[in-house]
């Protein structure tokens, strides 16, 4: 296998772990950081399309790599902001309880 | 690169830099936030001087400092300013100004408790002013532009807790959006035939010949050429700011804000700022008369309106009893006469008379924000009356203001600049009407200035704020005398006898003219001034009015004419009455559709129903019933069943995006790829 | 060097896994800190040494505090951090649902025909990134810029919950 | 590190290198990599150490002094041998796990700790050619190393199960937090200013004099002071060290995070914290005053790491002498420096350094407005934010003292 296709064997393996933990688990924090995994997968895939596929420009990659990571941190910011404000509503943190819209 | 251009950005970074300061500033720290808003504004005069030297030594240069913002794609958004003498003359009229304005302010606002917020505003407006005097690049003036209707806005609404000042808040930032909906349309217009919004790029700059030329080859738009209808856009914004005919409701009512403020941004900068961006596009603006095929040139538009603005607003202005309104109208109408002197083609003329208004206008602004301070806030001039004995200072000042205003010959600034504007006028070759539209303003202006002096100063005082006002505190009066030097001496830069103004703003030497030669023309204005007076001081000098309720003689001698002036010829109902009238207009169409013609349909349809229905229900109770009842029960079971996948289960949802993602790859996968 | 990798990624898949499937909130939010460090340890032995410092820098540095922050902000005590192991049903759907995806995912990859490694990665200096940054995406980054004020401000507003309600504050 | 020394500096200062070279030269060329990289870990490792261990006597000397009592005297002359009766003492001891403590986490937490916080030796330069890693980002390495102890202290906090360890915790968590924005926020002007994040592209950008006397060092530029001021009071911060060392706190939590710690684990913290100062020092040395650069053309005879020497130790006594002086803050005066003073002068003195360098071009009389401008954007808001933050808390004045 090239290492290519092992960088992103490696990132899809990630991001399924990370769905899997956010489907599975019913703690709000845990489905958050899950959400994080899968970002970070992506994350990973632009390294190594930058490290191996033909780049468009030598730092592409790299630069998109880096939103990627800001992006993530606004993500995460928000996401456990969201985490409290559900905790100070329901005296818990438990996701499948937080379903107040349902039809 | 002078060191002077390096430095010009400064000019308005440094009262940006006091508005940042007086933010931070808790309230406490009021002698703080003034100093440092007065020290940068000291400093921005300084600089901008120095930057006038620098741009006397070559008044036909255009010293540019551009460079790249961002890349946008493969084009780039580029900025820079901008030194030449019409730049640098701005910034020192506006540094000045506002430096004598915020010192005035100091004695005005003292007891406002809310002075930190004050300077903060006011540093902040002057910073945008600098922005939009200095930018180079359309789009960075249009920024500061913006900026300027924010902090006008801030200003006007500064005492938000009076209804009326909110509301003028408001009208005045929505008027003018509506202008600056066009400037902007413009702007677009032009970056996205010419690629660049700089002003001057060393020949790329799009009032450079080059770029001109391309403009001009390219194909009419709805019957105009393009330049013209660019031009026509960019006047738009130009005419909201600087309250042009149909957009100038917003200014009477910005009076509502604080009196330094009236004075800074609706009398001396601001409302010039328009002014001042039609002189710095001229060429632009100017260009469409070169070209044959254009049925109508951009100046002529600006012409016209520039005269209907003059003879409205000085109109309206005769029959104003509030003191600050009638200066607003006053301002109106000069602006108009700056729009005049534009359209019909000499922008040295608008430049001057826009300089020698800024420092007049503001002298007489706060000349009466003097009176107010002292008469505890009573601006109505018929309860006014008497200060001449116990003002003084404020009385020859206000006079000064008052004489230059309405232009009594030879000494008074006003006097020089508005005999250039009418000679301008009456050297224009397509029509003499705005030249008669001024003469008639020149008449109006003097018979309502001298109406204003006559009510506010002579005569008993005729009401106990008038009886108890005193002369005002040192920090209030000497500014006014400052300005008052200023209005008179300013006018020298500019007589036919010696054009220092016309050759330093244009860069060529102008060769003087001789008194005589036109000389027609200023014998007659001068004669219609005199009329003025005359006329003012018959009808309100000769004999005082007596008690605040005593009618008004203009009033007393045409009612009707007086009271469609007073109530500002109806402008503001005859908007609401259209603009709001189409609004009630559509709703009450709507809801008449509603109610009669889509209501009647169904009723009808119903009624059919019904009577099918009754027709039906035989064979229905026999037998259709049963299958009808099970055909629901189906339906709505398939319902609940929908409405179970709305389960609000986040989970759900993401399990359910999985899923079809899978699927979807699949399909790509099996479907090869593509 | 594809052994040096594999075993980067097995380790952070690894962690990554038991961090997902740990009953003790703290040790998954430990064991992911490991992970991410997994990650950046990948970037940097893909040359994108930059990029790994800055893995390091906000997720180990920064998200692991907030989120330990938040765990220990929303529990009433401190056994309470045993989050309960998934329900059978909803594990089993899960692991379904990602196999499901990795499954695709790997077709994909080993299908899709992919360019092969060059010699050595493309050398970038941080100068040079810092021009692209300016230059290129000078957009994106003002974007990016906003974004994360937005962010922060919106969380500060969200986790703070509102003024308290006065009465006679409502204009 | 660079294989040759510079040719053109003296023998002393290419002393340590030839040293390396001739010890490494035994090896056959293969090995000679790794014997190097080795040799280097050990002297850092040696130099480290021992200097672990005579702060440790300084710090109770100074204190002593200033709290006018002798301090250890008893151990050597002047109490010379105390630090290694202490090591002694420390490693003779029991070491002692609770039993409801989580015992990864308690074991892993000194680990971590000492390991990160050894990580970031490696890319300071001490001198001329001492610089054990070269690489192009390595400002932002040692702030990612850092930033990792973080969690340890935390990890020791929750691990003991003890209630004051976890208050300890939160307290570490909330003023690490706090205190890394205003750290890093002053590092981004030296970054802007000297183009580079490499800590010796920082020390090569402020070689030079001007007129041959004021070394160009961004401590004697108006935001480098300022920045310099914010860096030093936040590695405080970072480093748990007085005036900030409530996680610590043993007046209120016995001994926070350290409270069930004891024998070599505790020993292992203490020489963390004393890790971590050296290293923030030596960074605050790297960044705002010249690296190993000397302060005068005439003294540069003097070997560069000399030089480093004397500036780092100049800046650690300057930390016992500030833990000597100030009382413990509380922990909402702790958050409220650094949110609402420390932060905002961090950006604003961004901007300052924005300005500077965009101003670099003027020459002449300019440079006097440049001066006037950036310090006023310096003083300016410090005194405005200054007066709103000790707003109510005006000196004491105690009638009976």
Same mark, same amino acid.
């Given at each position: 296998m090239s290492p290519l296709q092992l960088c992103l064997a490696f990132s899809s393996l990630l991001f399924a772990v990370g769905l899997t933990g956010a489907l599975a688990r019913s703690n709000s924090i845990l489905v958050l950081l899950g959400l994080e995994l899968m970002l970070t997968a992506g994350s990973v895939n632009f390294i190594a399309f930058w490290r191996?596929?033909?780049?468009?420009?030598?730092?592409t990659g790299v630069v998109f790599a880096i939103f990627a990571i800001a992006v993530a941190a606004a993500e995460t910011a928000v996401g456990l902001a969201l985490v409290i404000a559900v905790y100070r509503h329901q005296r818990n943190i438990r996701l499948p309880e937080a379903n107040r819209l349902k039809g | 690169m002078p060191p002077s251009l390096e430095t010009l950005?400064? =000019?308005p970074a440094l009262p940006l830099l006091a508005a940042s300061l007086g933010a931070l500033t808790p309230r406490g720290g009021r002698r703080f936030s003034a100093g440092v808003a007065i020290a940068a504004m000291a400093g921005a005069l300084l600089l901008s001087c120095l930057a006038l030297r620098a741009a006397l030594l070559d008044p036909s240069a255009h010293l540019v400092h551009n460079f790249r913002w961002f890349d946008l794609g493969n084009g780039a958004v580029e900025l820079g300013w901008l030194l030449d003498p019409l730049s640098a003359l701005m910034c020192v009229m506006v540094s000045l100004v506002g430096l004598l304005i915020f010192i005035f302010s100091l004695g005005y606002m003292?007891?406002?408790?809310n002075f930190t917020r004050f300077f903060c505003f006011m540093s902040l407006f002057a910073a945008a002013m600098l922005g939009v005097v200095i930018a180079n690049s359309l789009l960075l003036l249009f920024i500061s532009w913006e900026l300027v209707g924010l902090a006008s806005y801030l200003l006007i609404g500064f005492w938000f807790h009076k209804p009326a000042a909110a509301a003028a808040a408001k009208k005045a930032f929505i008027t003018t959006r509506i202008g600056d909906l066009g400037l902007l349309l413009g702007l677009v217009w032009l970056y996205d035939s010419t690629g660049s919004l700089l002003l001057y790029d060393g020949g790329n700059g799009v009032l450079e010949a080059g770029v001109l030329g391309n403009l001009g080859t390219m194909a009419l738009a709805g019957g105009l050429a393009v330049p013209t209808a660019i031009s026509l856009l960019i006047f738009c914004g130009a005419a909201g700011k600087s309250g042009q005919f149909p957009l100038h409701v917003w200014l009477p009512d910005a009076?509502? &804000?604080p009196t330094p403020v009236s004075a800074l941004i609706h009398a001396a900068t601001m409302v010039a700022a328009g002014v001042f961006l039609i002189a710095r596009v001229f060429p632009l603006i100017s260009y469409d008369q070169a070209l044959a095929a254009d049925p109508l040139h951009a100046l002529t538009v600006v012409a016209a309106i520039g005269a209907v603005t003059a003879l409205l607003g000085a109109a309206i202005a005769t029959a104003q009893s509030d003191l600050k309104r009638v200066l607003a109208f006053s301002t109106i109408s000069q602006l108009g006469y700056m729009m005049l002197a534009l359209g019909v083609g000499s922008w040295v003329a608008a430049i001057f008379h826009l300089l020698t208004h800024a420092f007049f206008k503001a002298l007489l602004f706060l000349a009466a924000g003097s009176v107010i301070h002292a008469a505890h806030h009573e601006q109505d001039i018929r309860r006014l009356g008497g200060l001449g004995r116990t003002m003084r200072t404020t009385y020859a000042t206000f006079a000064v203001g008052m004489m230059a205003l309405s232009g009594v010959p030879f000494l008074f600034s006003g006097f020089w600049s508005k005999e250039a504007v009418l000679h301008a006028a009456s050297e224009w070759? =397509?029509?003499?009407l705005p030249l008669y539209a001024g003469l008639v303003g020149v008449v109006l202006t003097a018979f309502y200035m001298t109406r204003l002096l006559c009510e506010v100063?002579? &005569?008993?005082?005729?009401s106990p704020e008038a009886a108890h006002a005193r002369e005002n505190t040192g920090v209030i009066t000497v500014p006014l005398v400052i300005l008052a030097i200023g209005s008179v001496g300013l006018g020298f830069l500019g007589t036919p006898a010696w054009p220092w103004l016309e050759s330093a703003l244009t860069g060529r030497p102008v060769a003087p003219r001789s008194l005589l030669e036109g000389g027609g023309l200023m014998a007659l204005s001068i004669v219609l001034v005199a009329a003025g007076l005359g006329a003012g001081w018959a009808l309100y000098g000769r004999k005082v009015r007596v008690s605040a309720d005593a009618k008004d003689p203009f009033s007393a001698a045409a009612p009707r004419l007086f009271g469609f002036l007073g109530a500002r010829m109806r402008l503001d109902e005859l908007y609401a009455a259209t603009l709001g009238r189409l609004n009630t207009l559509g709703a009450a169409l709507a809801d008449f559709m509603d109610r009669w013609v889509w209501g009647g349909a169904v009723g009808f349809l119903a009624l059919l129903g019904e009577f099918t229905g009754s027709v039906n229900s035989e064979v229905d109770e026999s037998g259709l019933n049963a299958g009808f009842n099970s055909a629901s029960e189906r339906i709505r079971g398939a319902g609940r069943a929908y409405s179970g996948a709305q389960s609000g289960d986040a989970q759900g949802y993401l399990r359910t995006v999985a899923v079809a993602f899978v699927v979807l790859a699949l399909l790509v996968l099996l479907g090869g790829g593509r | 060097m594809n052994t040096v990798l594999v075993i980067l990624a097995l380790a952070t898949l690894g962690t990554a896994a038991v961090a997902m499937s740990l009953r003790n909130l703290l040790h998954s939010v430990l064991l992911l800190t490991a992970t991410w460090a997994g990650v950046a340890a990948f970037y940097l032995w893909a040359g994108a040494e930059f990029v790994a410092f800055a893995q390091l820098l906000v997720y180990v540095g920064a998200i692991s505090m907030a989120v330990l922050f938040a765990v220990l902000l929303t529990r009433h005590s401190r056994d309470d951090v045993a989050a309960p192991p998934a329900a059978r049903s909803r594990g089993v759907y899960a692991a379904a649902a990602g196999a499901a995806v990795a499954g695709v995912l790997l077709a994909a990859v080993s299908l899709a025909p992919l360019a092969t490694a060059p010699a050595r990665a493309p050398a970038v200096s941080v100068r040079q990134l810092g021009g692209e940054l300016m230059g290129a995406h000078a957009a994106s980054l003002l974007a990016v810029a906003v974004l994360l004020t937005v962010a922060l401000v919106g969380a500060v507003v969200l986790a703070a919950g509102g003024p308290p309600e006065k009465p006679g504050d409502t204009p | 590190m660079r294989l040759l020394a510079t040719t053109d500096s003296s023998l002393l200062e290419r002393a340590p290198v030839l040293l390396r070279d001739a010890l490494s030269g035994l090896l056959p060329p293969p090995a000679r990599w790794t014997a190097n990289a080795l040799i280097e870990i050990v002297a850092i490792l040696a130099v480290f150490g021992t200097l672990f261990a005579f702060l440790t006597l300084a710090e109770r000397k100074i204190l002593g002094r200033v709290q006018n009592r002798p301090g250890p005297n008893r151990t050597g002359w002047f109490g010379l041998l105390q630090p290694f009766a202490d090591g002694i003492k420390m490693l003779t001891k029991e070491d002692i796990v609770p039993h409801a403590a989580d015992p990864v986490l308690h074991y892993l937490a000194p680990v971590a700790l000492i390991a990160f916080s050894l990580l970031t030796f490696s890319v300071i330069p001490y001198g001329r050619d001492l610089l054990a890693v070269r690489m192009d980002a390595s400002v932002l390495f040692f702030f990612a190393a850092g930033s990792a102890t973080e969690l340890s202290v935390f990890m020791a906090g929750w691990s003991s199960h003890n209630k004051y360890s976890l208050f300890a915790a939160m307290r570490a968590l909330a003023q690490l937090i706090s205190y890394e924005l205003p750290l890093l926020l002053s590092v981004v002007p030296v970054v802007l200013a000297a183009g580079t994040i490499s800590t010796a592209g920082v020390v090569a950008a402020q070689s030079g004099w001007k007129w041959g006397l004021v070394p160009h060092w961004h401590v004697f530029t108006p935001w480098g002071a300022a920045g310099f001021a914010i860096f030093m009071v936040s590695a405080l911060a970072e480093s748990n060290r007085s005036p900030f060392d409530l996680p610590e706190a043993e007046s209120e939590l016995i001994a926070g995070h350290l409270t069930e710690y004891s024998g070599f684990k505790y020993a292992l913290f203490f020489m963390a914290e004393y890790f971590g100062m050296c290293a923030l020092s030596g960074m605050a040395v790297t960044l705002f005053l010249g690296g190993w650069q000397a302060p005068l053309p005439a003294l540069e005879f003097v070997p560069s790491y000399a030089w480093f020497a004397l500036k780092l130790l100049a800046l650690i006594a300057g930390f016992m002498w500030v833990r000597a002086t100030l009382p413990r803050l509380r922990i909402d005066q702790l958050t409220r420096l650094a949110w609402k003073f420390l932060v905002p002068l961090a950006l604003i003195n961004l901007g300052t350094a924005a300005f500077w360098s965009l101003t670099y071009p003027w020459g002449g009389s300019l440079q006097l407005l440049r001066w006037a401008v950036a310090l006023a954007l310096v003083m300016g808001p410090f005194l405005l934010l200054g007066r709103r933050l000790s707003a109510g808390l005006g000196a004491r004045t105690y009638r009976y003292a």
């Open positions: 191996f596929g033909p780049p468009a420009s030598p730092a | 950005w400064l =000019v003292c007891e406002d408790e009076m509502e &804000g070759a =397509v029509s003499q100063f002579w &005569g008993p005082a005729r | - | -």
